[in-house]
């Protein structure tokens, strides 16, 4: 069985600190939904008032529909996984799987049973005799899921599971945690401050900042259509062009910015609306790192600008380049390792180029990073 | 060894070495030894020691047990009574300790905020500043027949005539377990300290019940400082002089007294050299049962 879960104008307040603040959203049943935000946002609060270990000072927590308010973290169907999965280091890999099961009075041959079950979901068919600590970090995490699935949960909250494993085995788990949510089919609730992990897995995400949601969407709409400058650089990588509007057609929006002009779309509100822009108002126009490329015959495309470069950088599949238009502007962009870059020598002036379709022009905000 | 020396210097770690076998051979085991030595010889004045009589004998042993030989009883039932109800009451009194403790220790582990926990540690260890006898005498003061608890019950209209704490030995019980709270406290209050507190949320985010997530999370975890703390307070509660002195019935013999009859009153050092080592082995026999009930190792108790 799998449920709903809704927020309804959720605060949390710690004294006179909002570290959540007025959040509203919908995660459907059987969905895998990501709380995505930097570290301090208020993530981990917000789980906990899904989950039931502290109560919000205002708003509503729904699952399946009804009210949260005054149920325990025990009666709730929910369970969570922590951080730092909190697996019981006195027991065996069995007893911790089959620990919900126990409590509630389950015989042992029954509990045995069902944690063979589990260990056979998790591909650790054999294993339940071990102790905790002889398992590797990749074989911790899954009897923590399975832990957490034992009760049958109608909604699996998760804490940032993976960040204490090393890239590669984070890697593996991605895909393998969403395998697993397939097979269960329940609800998953998941927050990172990694986007990577957040859009390789979800249905959905959610980016939070300082306690409030900025923009709620499926993966690919919230990287191509960031509805606020944060967003716009907390996922993904982006080129922040501040500037001026000087003239506005339908969605297409002309903006000056450190002498180019440039021609880009009007970012979105919400999902069925975009920003209004008139002559002279302040603006950021974001165009991602991917979306620019060198100018020559094959590639000319509708805005083109100069700029210097300052460094490559070698990142494995990709190269980035580092360049300045001016002393206050630097443009990064990036090609995949294969592309000739033998004529980007230092400090030399390039023509680059990209597509107004690819640019978006947001009001003046806070980034992510600066 | 050559790492201790390496790492905290040659001057420093002759010093500990010289202190710690200072302390170990002279001021613990040759006395351990010559007590062990003195309980199998005769209570000899001191002229005729050293000399012919002067022989290995059980009978200090034997009187324990048989009691004198002008006696009519088969058995030294005084003795063997007031024994067996010093170890059963100090078992008592440690559970009781432990019962008493090991919600204050979790409290101050992981319920109170650290300003709240760093207060009652304090309030915890003032009281122990007054030596142990006045705070027997405290206490005498609080259960006496005139005390202050009978006078409220009586003012109150609660009870018509003074109940008397001292011959129920109430007192006794009171101020024995009053008197080595701290070393129950402390062990627990470290063993619980160290546990995650995630391990507490996720029992409970499980579905686990409190008494349950004691049972087991908690207790397993703590296991260590409870032994410990046990341990510590069964010793010293068998071998409290000075409570038992002050506030047991007068009908109620701590075998301490007797021991400290044997030494002092009746000059018969050898006898009571006998009877502290009878109390000694059975304190270790309680460490080793003690170790063996929690499965801790002697390491981890010491810790
Ligand atoms: N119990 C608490 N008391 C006071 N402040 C808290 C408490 N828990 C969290 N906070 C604050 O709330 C903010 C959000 O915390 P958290 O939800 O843990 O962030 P995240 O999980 O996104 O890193 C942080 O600034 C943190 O310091
Ligand atoms: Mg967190």
Redesign the interface.
């Known amino acids: 069985m799998s449920a709903d879960v809704e927020l309804q104008n959720v605060s949390v307040t710690f004294g006179s600190f909002y570290a959540a603040k007025n959040v509203s959203v919908k995660i459907k049943e059987g969905e895998f939904f990501s709380f995505l935000g930097p570290s301090g946002c208020g993530k981990t609060t917000l789980l906990r008032a899904i989950?039931g270990?502290l109560d919000p000072s205002e708003g509503k927590v729904l699952i399946g529909g009804q009210d949260m308010a005054g149920i325990?973290?025990?009666k709730r169907p929910?369970?969570?996984i922590?951080?730092?999965l909190?697996?019981?280091p006195?027991?065996s890999v069995a007893d911790n799987i089959a620990?919900?099961l126990?409590?509630?009075g389950v015989g042992k041959a029954e509990r045995r049973k069902r944690a063979d079950e589990l260990l056979e979901l998790i591909a650790l068919t054999g294993q339940g005799d071990k102790k905790v600590h002889e398992l590797s970090g990749g074989q911790r995490q899954r009897v923590a899921i399975a832990?957490?699935l034992?009760?049958e949960p109608e909604v699996l909250l998760l804490d940032e599971p993976l960040s204490a494993l090393d890239l590669k085995l984070r890697q593996k788990m991605r895909t393998e945690l969403r395998a697993i949510q397939k097979r269960v089919g329940i609800t998953f609730i998941y927050i990172t401050h990694d986007q990577g992990e957040a859009l390789t897995m979800s249905d959905r995400v959610a980016v939070m900042n300082e306690g409030e949601l900025e923009q709620v969407g499926l993966c690919d709409d919230v990287y191509d259509f960031p509805h606020t400058p944060f967003v716009a650089t907390f996922v993904g990588e982006n080129n922040p062009f501040y500037g001026k509007v000087i003239s506005v057609e339908g969605d297409m929006v002309k903006v000056e910015s450190h002498g180019n002009i440039f021609s880009a779309k009007a970012g979105k509100i919400e999902d069925k609306h975009i920003h209004k822009f008139s002559n002279g108002d302040d603006v950021i126009m974001f165009i991602r790192p991917e979306s620019i490329f060198i100018k020559n015959e094959n590639n000319k495309l509708d805005n083109n600008f100069i700029a210097k470069v300052n460094t490559i950088e070698f990142e494995g599949n990709l190269k980035n380049i580092y360049l300045s238009i001016n002393s206050n502007m630097n443009v990064r962009f990036s090609v995949p390792n294969a592309v000739d870059t033998s004529e980007l020598s230092n400090g030399k002036d390039v023509e680059l180029t990209f597509s107004s379709q690819k640019a978006i022009v947001l009001p003046r905000g806070s980034l992510a990073v600066d | 060894m050559n790492y201790f020396f390496n790492k905290n210097g040659p001057l420093i770690s002759t010093y500990f070495v010289i202190a710690i076998v200072f302390w170990l051979v002279f001021l613990i085991i040759i006395p351990q030894l010559y007590m062990l030595d003195l309980s199998f010889r005769p209570n000899l004045p001191p002229l005729l020691r050293g000399g012919p009589d002067d022989v290995h004998t059980l009978t200090h042993y034997k009187y324990f047990i048989f009691g004198s030989e002008t006696s009519d009883d088969p058995y030294n039932y005084v003795d063997i009574g007031v024994f067996f109800n010093t170890i059963s009451t100090a078992i008592f009194v440690t559970i009781i300790n432990l019962c008493f403790c090991y919600p204050i220790a979790f409290y101050m582990a992981k319920v109170a905020s650290p300003n709240t926990s760093r207060l009652l540690i304090v309030s915890l260890i003032i009281p122990f500043w007054i030596n142990e006898l006045l705070r027997s005498f405290a206490l005498r003061i609080l259960f006496a027949g005139e005390g202050v608890i009978n006078n409220i019950l009586l003012g109150t209209g609660l009870i018509d005539s003074g109940i008397n704490f001292i011959a129920m030995d109430v007192a006794l019980y009171t101020g024995l377990t009053y008197a080595y709270i701290l070393l129950m406290i402390f062990p627990l209050y470290n063993a619980i300290e160290s546990l995650?507190k995630?391990?507490l949320?996720?029992?409970?985010?499980?579905?686990?019940?409190t008494i349950?997530t004691h049972w087991?999370?908690v207790i397993?975890?703590a296991k260590a400082g409870i032994a410990s703390g046990c341990t510590m307070v069964f010793m010293l509660t068998a071998g409290a002089l000075a409570t038992p002195v002050v506030l047991s019935s007068p009908n109620t013999y701590w075998f301490t007294q007797l021991i400290y009859q044997w030494f002092n009153m009746n000059d018969n050092w050898s006898r009571g050299s006998a009877y502290s080592i009878l109390l000694l082995t059975v304190s270790v026999v309680f460490v080793l049962l003690m170790m063996r009930i929690f499965k801790v190792k002697i390491g981890e108790i010491i810790r």
């Open positions: 989950s270990f325990g973290p025990n929910t369970s969570l922590f951080q730092n909190a697996l019981f006195l027991m620990f919900s126990e409590v509630r832990r957490a034992a009760i | 995650d995630n391990q949320e996720a029992a409970k985010d499980l579905g686990s019940s349950r087991r999370i397993p975890h």
